[in-house]
């Protein structure tokens, strides 16, 4: 019995090694599956924002804000000004 008391420890090492690696991997797996659900959920979130977003950037959702805080959309359409660099000289004399 003497003689094989380090054999038996050198098992019993082996074996609490072995089960705290089952442990560990177990709590690894638990929380890479928490990521997965978390991950999940984040694209669910983020396919609706974004679906929110284009339907309130249309035309027509803008215009109605736009009325209802008091501003109407233009009936003539924008044009370019031009001018010259001589009359830009000509302003700062």
């Known amino acids: 019995m003497t003689g094989n ?29 928490r990521t997965k659900v978390e991950l999940k959920e984040l694209r669910y979130e983020y396919i609706t924002t974004k679906s929110i977003l284009m339907f309130q950037g249309r035309q027509s959702e803008i215009s109605k804000r736009a009325v209802i805080q008091g501003l109407r959309e233009a009936k003539m359409p924008p044009f370019k000004i031009l001018y010259s660099s001589e009359s830009l000289q000509l302003k700062k004399q």
Request: glycine share 0%.
């Open 5 to 33: 008391i380090s054999y038996i420890l050198y098992v019993a090492l082996l074996a609490m090694i072995y089960i705290a690696n089952t442990y560990y991997t177990e709590k690894k797996f638990k929380a890479i599956e």
